[in-house]
């Protein structure tokens, strides 16, 4: 192998464990910075900010990445596949069957 290869395998394999200790380290600063003057909460330390990172992560972000990509692309297909053998009253029918689930979703029920 290159050693111009070597390197850019090395970079590869440091960066993103590199970039996920500095953006622990921003997360921890922020935190003692702003949030215990604003709502009285306690200081942090590094480990526990890597702790809050990783749980936002899992709740708000997921860990789909390229696989969920793919996925999400597999089943836009599979859905205009499925349209385009529908006859225009079909497709009607299949659009007002969502409409009607959507408007009866969680955000909805509460002005019912």
């Given at each position: 192998?290159?050693?111009?290869?070597?390197?850019s395998?090395?970079?590869?394999?440091?960066c993103?464990?590199?970039?996920?200790?500095?953006?622990?380290?921003?997360?921890?600063?922020?935190?003692?910075?702003?949030?215990?003057?604003?709502?009285?909460?306690?200081?942090?330390?590094?480990?526990?900010?890597?702790?809050?990172?990783?749980?936002?992560?899992?709740?708000?972000?997921?860990f789909?990445?390229?696989?969920?990509?793919?996925?999400?692309?597999?089943?836009?297909?599979?859905?205009?596949?499925?349209?385009?053998?529908?006859?225009?009253?079909?497709?009607?029918?299949?659009?007002?069957?969502?409409?009607?689930?959507?408007?009866?979703?969680?955000?909805?029920?509460?002005?019912?």
């Open positions: 192998m290159n050693n111009k290869y070597k390197k395998w090395t970079l590869l394999i440091l993103p464990p590199l970039i996920f200790l500095v953006v622990a380290l921003i997360v921890m600063s922020l935190w003692n910075c702003i949030l215990p003057e604003i709502i009285g909460v306690k200081t942090i330390n590094y480990w526990q900010a890597m702790g809050i990172l990783i749980l936002s992560k899992i709740l708000f972000g997921g789909h990445g390229k696989f969920g990509q793919g996925m999400r692309d597999m089943k836009e297909k599979h859905l205009r596949h499925k349209m385009e053998g529908m006859s225009d009253e079909e497709k009607e029918k299949f659009k007002e069957v969502w409409r009607q689930k959507c408007s009866t979703g969680f955000f909805n029920r509460n002005n019912e």
